[in-house]
């Protein structure tokens, strides 16, 4: 509409029973009213869809998750379109390895130099420190990464992680905040254990009508438990947890368990290493493998002294070497072993979500992330539903 026209013939309307110049005068105040009238919609307008842009571009806004291994990390995204992206495979340099598998020894009276405070008030003020972070070189880079995908400054990420045993786990927390604080990228709480976010991206939580709608179908699924299987060159780690109405927690105190010598280098050094023309060469190598495998999965299973898991419900593997068919193989014999059910070992829910086991755990991270994003903007917003 040409507003200046408008606004020019309004200016000469004659108004019955008036002189010219009154009516010329009355048109004029006309004219003003109704520019003014017309601002004020246009301003609304812009007001209006300024803040569906704004609000339509925060809804745009993918999950970003990253996850650590022993030995690389990952980082992928989660649209709006339900679609997983992933984004890069990064190799960890040794610092970073020997960090995440525990090698990596800090002596607590060299980290800061003449301070005279406690180790925690040192950590916090003394300025002369040498401590090192290992994780803020691989976090940049991911950061990045997913800043060049995106092609807009990220904000926020998710990180989950699994190798890190749990007498470790208070300090790997404090490293990724402040690997991610230097940079000005916001991490949601704590970083996340893998196994979790993958059971709820799967959706395979348990549903109770205490936790839907008044209304719905009752609902009363029974509490189940998952075994998280964490299988890369270096290590093996696994992890059992319970789950009962959504709801995902550990089953032991320490929760997570990791041999070494169990990765899929390892396994591969101990055929080599031994005479080729021997023919019981892999059986040996397969029964160490499976005797450590053992130790592991009777640790994980032991609730108390008197009482031990029967059954597992659901396997879930993750890790770059998480396809081979080896590890497969000898997982399920094992598991036939010690449990009832033979560990329902079924790996076409992961591989579906995730065709490349590398990829598994920053999927995961990249669902739960934009979760958190969008229950933040509910809450926001006033949404009911999350407030």
């Known amino acids: 509409m040409d507003f200046e026209h408008l606004y020019t013939s309004t200016a000469h309307i004659y108004i019955k029973g008036t002189s010219p110049a ?13 520019r003014s009238y017309f601002i004020l919609i246009a301003i609304s307008i812009w007001l209006d869809v300024g803040l569906a842009t704004e609000d339509k571009g925060k809804d ?3 999950g970003i998750g990253i996850t650590l291994y022993d030995g690389y990390a990952t980082v992928s995204a989660f649209t709006e379109n339900d679609k997983y992206i992933d984004i890069a495979k990064i190799e960890g340099g040794a610092t970073y390895k020997a960090y995440m598998l525990g090698e990596l020894q800090q002596q607590d009276l060299t980290q800061f130099p003449y301070c005279p405070l406690s180790k925690q008030l040192c950590e916090r003020f003394w300025p002369f420190s040498t401590t090192v972070n290992a994780l803020t070189p691989i976090l ?39 690997a991610l604080d230097s940079i ?18 799967l959706g395979m939580g ?20 998952m075994l998280g299987v964490e299988y890369t060159r270096r290590s093996l780690v696994l992890s059992l947890w319970e789950e009962e109405c959504g709801l995902v927690w550990p089953r032991s105190e320490h929760g997570i368990y990791s041999r070494r010598g ?24 397969d029964d160490l493998f499976k005797s450590e495998l053992r130790e592991l999965l009777r640790n994980s299973s032991q609730v108390s002294k008197y009482k031990n898991i029967s059954t597992i419900d659901s396997v879930l593997i993750t890790g770059e070497r998480a396809d081979d068919e080896s590890i497969k193989t000898l997982l399920s014999e094992v598991l036939e072993e010690l449990y009832a059910n033979g560990g329902s070992l079924d790996l076409s829910l992961t591989l579906k979500f995730s065709p490349d086991p590398t990829f ?9 992330e934009r979760g958190e994003k969008i229950m933040k903007r509910r809450r926001e917003n006033g949404d009911p539903r999350d407030l």
């Open 22 to 34: 009154s009516s010329l005068l009355q048109g004029h105040n006309i004219s003003l009213i109704m």
């Open 60 to 62: 745009k806004d993918p």
């Open 140 to 178: 940049h880079a991911l950061v990045a990464a997913a800043r060049s995908f995106i092609e807009r400054p990220v904000e926020s990420v998710l990180v989950s992680l699994d190798a890190i045993p749990f007498d470790r786990w208070a300090r790997a927390q404090e490293d990724v905040r402040s």
């Open 184 to 201: 000005h990228v916001h991490t949601w709480s704590r970083p996340y254990r893998i196994f979790p976010e993958l059971n709820w991206a």
């Open 206 to 225: 348990g549903r109770c009508s205490a936790y839907l709608w008044p209304g719905e179908p009752y609902y009363n699924d029974p509490g189940k438990f």
């Open 262 to 285: 169990l990765g899929f280098d390892a396994r591969e050094a101990c055929v080599n290493e031994n005479p080729s023309k021997n023919s019981d060469v892999q059986a040996y190598c």
């Open 360 to 368: 598994a755990g920053s999927r995961a991270a990249a669902f739960a």
